[in-house]
């Protein structure tokens, strides 16, 4: 049995987005027939990194419920049975053998307008706590794949749930530290700040608080991604602090091209707790410093940074809690523990999930053959 033609569905952020392409590169590269279509919004980032990826791409107008002011909503109800019309003729006309779904609003529609058509599906959550759309979609799919045990206790359809982890690009699993390290360069202690693509205020500037330590401390090799719109920002605000470019132990960049290379080679690593970033740090078996976002609906990120902590893979550090003298401290006393690094490094390759693409390929041909 093989899979020719996939509709994948998944929108917003690059942590909805890269786990669809993730699984379709994974089909690309098992089935060289492979045909898949996904399904986005011209609002997200899909619009650009799935033709980035190769993929064609349609677009439904769709957008999120509103909490707060539950009489706008009225007009989202219209626009989702717009676009449950829309994904119908889509499915009609591309006749896939199963539909996949990573997350986002934009999921919705696309789950019912299968379940309409008769077509197998299945929607994969990220994080530990699942997602409105995930749990509104549930009833309508084949499988719900998740990433942590634990997210099984908050859905209904239990049978339906099967833990596959969440999908990790290919050159996060192949990366070798002794071999990054020789490649980057790096012979000291090495240690990677960011907070995500775009970058984190909050910690952007108590990472600018604490760089005159690290200036001093030349026994540490700092790399720190701020996020592409605060890069000047916060150039500024080091060259304020004392930080200048012939400082060699430390780099500040506005966007880290190499991760795979840098988390890799790194020794702790501090950062968000989005589910894609956490499973990397996993799969690598890095030591880190978790600071999870405030500003996401029910706070999934500190969910999934205390499971990691549960399991004394992690450290945790809530934005109400950080200051550049307790990340400093952090950093510096985990350094020095080689004991408690490599402990969290034996308790991460503990709940690693490293083979989440050929998981969800499997469920992909169960629902081939029965669609």
């Keep these: 049995m093989s899979i020719v033609k996939v509709i ?32 986005g919004t011209r609002k997200g980032l899909e619009k650009t990194l799935v033709p980035r990826a190769g993929y064609k791409i349609e677009f439904i107008d769709i957008e999120g419920f509103d909490r707060k002011h539950l009489m706008r909503n009225v007009r989202v109800l219209k626009k989702l049975a717009e676009a449950r019309k829309r994904c119908r003729d889509l499915i009609r006309g591309f006749k896939p053998d199963c539909v996949v779904c990573t997350g986002g609003y ?14 197998s599906a299945l929607i994969h959550e990220q994080n530990v706590y699942p997602g409105l759309t995930v749990r509104g979609s549930e009833k309508y799919v084949d499988h719900v794949a998740v990433s942590f045990d634990e997210t099984e206790q908050f859905l209904k359809n239990k049978s339906k749930c099967v833990v596959t982890g969440n999908p990790i690009r290919s050159e996060i699993l192949k990366a070798d530290k002794n071999a990054a390290r020789k490649k980057l360069g790096i012979k000291g202690q090495y240690v990677l700040i960011f907070g995500g693509s775009l970058g984190a205020d909050r910690i952007n500037e108590t990472v600018v608080g604490m760089l005159p330590r690290f200036k001093e401390n030349k026994k540490v090799q700092l790399l720190f991604g701020t996020g592409e719109r605060n890069f000047e920002k916060v150039s500024r605000a080091a060259r304020a602090a004392g930080i200048e470019p012939a400082d060699k132990n430390i780099t500040i960049t506005p966007y880290i091209n190499n991760m795979a290379d840098v988390m890799a080679a790194a020794d702790i690593v501090v950062s968000r707790s989005g589910a894609i970033t956490v499973s990397e740090i996993a799969a690598l078996a890095k030591p880190s410093i978790l600071i999870p976002s405030p500003n996401v609906v029910r706070n999934h990120q500190e969910q999934n940074a205390r499971e990691f902590e549960k399991h004394g893979a992690a450290e945790v550090i809530t934005e109400a809690e ?28 503990k709940i690693a999930k490293t083979d989440a693409l050929e998981r969800i390929y499997e469920l992909m041909l169960k629902m081939a053959d029965k669609t």
């Excluded at 669809?20 to 027939?33: C, E, L, P, Q």
């Design 106 to 119: 934009v999921s919705g529609p696309v789950a019912m307008a299968a379940y309409k058509e008769g077509v």
């Design 322 to 349: 950080l200051t550049p003298e307790l990340l400093y401290e952090k950093i510096t006393s985990l350094l020095e523990d080689k004991e408690k690094l490599a402990s969290m490094g034996d308790n991460l390759k």
């Design 8 to 39: 994948f569905a998944g929108g917003g952020t690059g942590g909805h987005i890269n786990p669809a392409i993730s699984i379709a590169d994974y089909a690309k590269s098992v089935d060289k027939d492979f045909e898949a279509l996904f399904i």
